[in-house]
């Protein structure tokens, strides 16, 4: 949704901006190119793999970057670091990047065999075999519940503790494999994948994402300048439903209007080359004081 990011951005040259999700880049690349010259760029990533590669490709880029290795829900605190108080504009696009989900190594994937980990930062917090292999069966469930949505999270919770009693569950494809065993049956009618509600609520949990997100967002909005605009895409409906309270509330106080009153979701086209996208929906605000 990089055309109705920027068109929800709506930036000039010269404004100051925070990606507060670099990602590979890509949107960085875009509002650079929108605030040239005499912009400011704020990239942040808590992946430090991440960060990296958004310096190594932003490097020359005009305007003046600053790539940041850390979570947005810092955000404050790594803007005042930098001496800046307000922002034109600020994006966050959620979750996963392609490259992420393409690493074995980082564990987000239920297809590509690797370690069972799922943080975005490897040297923060605990990695997902630790919570599989020993929380509680009545935890399990509660956060596969919680952050899956998944109707069969007691079923997937036994199985998991089962399995364990045996062996130590150490991959992504153990783990892929004993979800589908206990509900792959009742996933034959969906186009979902019986393990991808599962694998999306550990790593939610492990990388305290929704809390960073409400954190991060709210953060966010009060450093926007008057007339800035903040853009959130979402992928599922725990994140979607944060930024829609949020932005709600704010706009009864009176501290930004709605830019659209439904969020935006991708075009046919978009969800066609890219099958991910499907999920996005694209919130927009400004601010009014
Ligand atoms: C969907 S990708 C962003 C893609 C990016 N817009 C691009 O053009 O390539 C999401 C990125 O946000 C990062 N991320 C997720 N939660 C974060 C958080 N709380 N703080 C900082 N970065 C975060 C992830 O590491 C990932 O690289």
């Known amino acids: 949704m990089l055309k109705e990011c920027l068109d929800g951005l709506s930036l000039v040259p010269g404004d100051v901006v925070l990606d507060a999700t670099a990602g590979g880049g890509g949107h960085s690349e875009a509002i650079l190119e929108k605030i040239s010259p005499g912009g400011h760029l704020i990239a942040i990533d808590r992946d430090p793999e991440a960060a990296q590669r958004v310096k190594e490709r932003l490097e020359g880029?005009?305007?003046?970057v600053v790539v940041v290795n850390d979570n947005f829900r810092n955000v404050d605190a790594v803007l005042e670091s930098l001496g800046i108080e307000g922002v034109d504009g600020a994006l966050f696009d959620l979750?996963?990047?392609?490259?992420q989900v393409d690493d074995a190594q980082k564990g987000f994937s239920f297809i590509r065999e690797g370690p069972l980990d799922m943080r975005f930062d490897p040297g923060k917090g605990i990695p997902?075999?630790?919570v599989v292999n020993t929380?509680?069966?009545e935890e399990l469930a509660d956060i596969i519940f919680e952050y899956g949505e998944e109707r069969h999270s007691?079923?997937?919770a036994a199985a998991i503790c089962d399995a364990r009693r045996r062996t130590r569950i150490s991959t992504t494809k153990d783990l892929a494999e004993i979800v589908a065993r206990a509900a792959g049956a009742r996933y034959k009618r969906y186009r979902l994948h019986p393990a991808a509600r599962t694998f999306q609520a550990l790593r939610i949990f492990v990388n305290d994402e929704l809390d960073s997100v409400e954190d991060g967002v709210k953060k966010a909005l009060s450093l926007l300048n008057h007339s800035g605009r903040i853009c959130v895409i979402s992928f599922h409906s725990l994140e979607d439903r944060i930024i829609k309270n949020i932005f709600r509330d704010a706009s009864k106080e009176g501290l930004v209007k709605l830019v659209n009153?439904?969020?935006l979701v991708p075009a046919e086209e978009e969800m066609v080359l890219n099958p991910r996208s499907r999920s996005a929906k694209l919130r927009v605000a400004e601010r009014t004081i």
């Open 135 to 137: 929380f509680r069966q």
């Open 128 to 130: 997902a075999a630790d």
């Open 95 to 99: 979750g996963v990047s392609s490259f």
């Open 61 to 64: 880029a005009g305007s003046e």
């Open 261 to 263: 009153k439904k969020p």
């Open 154 to 156: 007691r079923r997937i």
